[in-house]
């Protein structure tokens, strides 16, 4: 459910022709800065970003069930909630 470019949660996921998957905004921006290359295969992409409902369905149900993990927030101490 995390982003392998943010390491945070998804909230509109999407996969590549690579079979990975991230968040929308920051495939994007890599595709600016780098060209059509998934960050961690190095393949070129042949396809435009697929949205991935089903990780964001199971993303949704997570966050249903645990409200914590909204007000997570990286690097903080979080043990305390």
Not at 7 to 18: F, K, T
Not at 22 to 38: L, M, P, Q, S, T
Request: charged content about 25%; aromatic content about 8%; overall charge negative.
């Amino acid at each position: 459910m995390l982003c392998r470019i943010t390491d945070q949660l998804m909230s509109d996921p999407v996969v590549l022709s690579s079979g990975n998957t991230y968040e929308r905004a920051a495939i994007e921006k890599h595709f600016k800065v780098n060209g059509a290359i998934d960050p961690m295969t190095r393949e070129n992409i042949t396809a435009e970003p697929v949205p991935n409902r089903y990780l964001k369905e199971a993303t949704e149900h997570f966050l249903k069930q645990n409200p914590w993990a909204y007000n997570y927030i990286e690097g903080a101490d979080n043990l305390d909630m």
